[in-house]
């Protein structure tokens, strides 16, 4: 149905949007254009792109349902934006932080790397308890000042309820952090209701977009408990004025950029996203959420595979794992790249991650080879 949007070679069974998505053709235009532009006319249009990232903010706001883009910075990657709230809240000697056990490194890694401030980074076990939020929960403490979870577990595919996790922060006045990249562009994501402070996301994987440019919402109220770390022109109020000896930081998220913008990731983020919201995100959930409940139907009907991912709907979204019970992950993964299908080694198995244009035919074909 979406097919004509890509450009896939037909020998190409993409299933791993959960790493690096394929670009539509649309966002090859745009940087194709953008280039061209470029060599012809330098920046002579400069302020169209200045305007192309003010829509792109919007275009995040409205992904994200965010209450303003001036809550929106354009960062490099999720990790810089994690990186932003670990290093720029103020932390005493015995402060943590909980996360979870099944946690991307970056997610982890940087708050773990607060150990030397005193701050204890508590794993939560998310095979205990009643659910993954009462374990997540459970962690918590009077020393706690923040909880960063991943929306969607990168190997599990787990999908926790951000709207209960954030509900219990926002009541025990605790900070709420929320690596969104496993989620945004495949799901609905709303921070108003799932009250986050802070909620990151590069754009490679599920927005189909390109490495290199990250969402970084940041919630009004939030903005001055970050102390700065990067300084520079851009992040200033009155940023276009460059003979004025005073400054001030500015009110916006801007103040998180300190200096020129990725503009060719913009012009593609751009275009990848006016191509899903013209699709609409309630439109590509539904068809992201029955890509994995067909695959997870296949899966179960093999006695010799056993599925990781949760079997619940409201459990997953679109990464599927699962493991062989007679072989190793890796030698299924390494027949299924040889059969040029794009998938991944996770969780102690392989792991399916179609997008919502992935064509049922495709799921099949690579369905097929788990029969050896
Ligand atoms: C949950 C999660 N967070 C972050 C990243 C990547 O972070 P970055 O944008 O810093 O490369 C990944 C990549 O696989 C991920 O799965």
């Known amino acids: 149905m979406f097919e004509s949007e890509f450009c896939l070679d037909e020998s190409i069974i993409h299933l791993n949007h959960a790493a690096v998505s394929p670009w539509p053709r649309c966002t090859a235009a745009a940087v194709k254009a953008f ?86 980074t508590r794993p939560a076990d998310l095979d205990q308890g009643d659910s993954p939020e009462a374990a997540v929960l459970a962690c918590i403490d009077n020393n706690t000042r923040l909880v960063a979870v991943s929306s969607v577990q990168y190997g599990t595919g787990l999908r926790l309820d951000l709207e209960h996790i954030g509900a219990s922060c926002h009541k025990r006045g605790i900070l709420f952090c929320v690596d969104a990249i496993q989620s945004l562009g495949a799901i609905g994501f709303d921070v108003q209701a799932c009250r986050a402070d802070f909620v ?52 916006s998220a801007r103040r998180f950029e300190c200096g020129s913008p990725n503009m060719i990731g913009v012009h593609a983020l751009h275009a990848s996203l006016s191509l899903l919201h013209g699709v609409g995100m309630p439109a590509i959930e539904k068809l992201v959420m029955e890509n994995s409940a067909y695959l997870i ?30 072989d190793t ?6 027949r299924l790249v040889e059969c040029n299908v794009l998938c991944a080694v996770r969780a102690g198995g392989v792991r399916f991650s179609p997008h919502f244009y992935t064509p049922r035919e495709k799921l099949d074909q690579a369905l097929d080879l788990l029969d050896g």
């Open 35 to 120: 280039a061209d532009e470029n060599a012809s006319l330098g920046s002579r249009h400069y302020l169209d792109w200045v305007r192309n990232e003010q829509y792109l903010k919007e275009q995040l706001r409205q992904l994200i349902n965010a209450q303003s883009s001036d809550e929106i910075a354009l960062l490099k990657n999720t990790s810089e934006a994690l990186s932003t709230v670990a290093y720029g809240l103020a932390w005493k000697r015995g402060d943590n932080v909980v996360i979870t056990s099944q946690e991307f490194p970056s997610n982890r890694i940087v708050w773990e790397s607060l150990g030397k401030y005193g701050v204890e």
């Open 297 to 326: 139907e296949q899966i179960d009907r093999h006695s010799d595979y056993r599925l990781i991912t949760p079997r619940e709907a409201a459990r997953h979204a679109g990464i599927i794992s699962f493991a062989p019970l007679n």
């Open 200 to 251: 990151m996301a590069d754009a490679h994987k599920w927005m189909l977009g390109p490495e290199g440019i990250a969402l970084f919402y940041c919630r009004a109220e939030a903005m001055d408990r970050l102390d700065l770390k990067q300084y520079g022109w851009h992040m200033i109020e009155d940023q276009g004025n460059y003979d004025r000896r005073d400054w001030e930081i500015a009110v």
């Open 329 to 334: 992950p890796e030698t299924l993964y390494a």
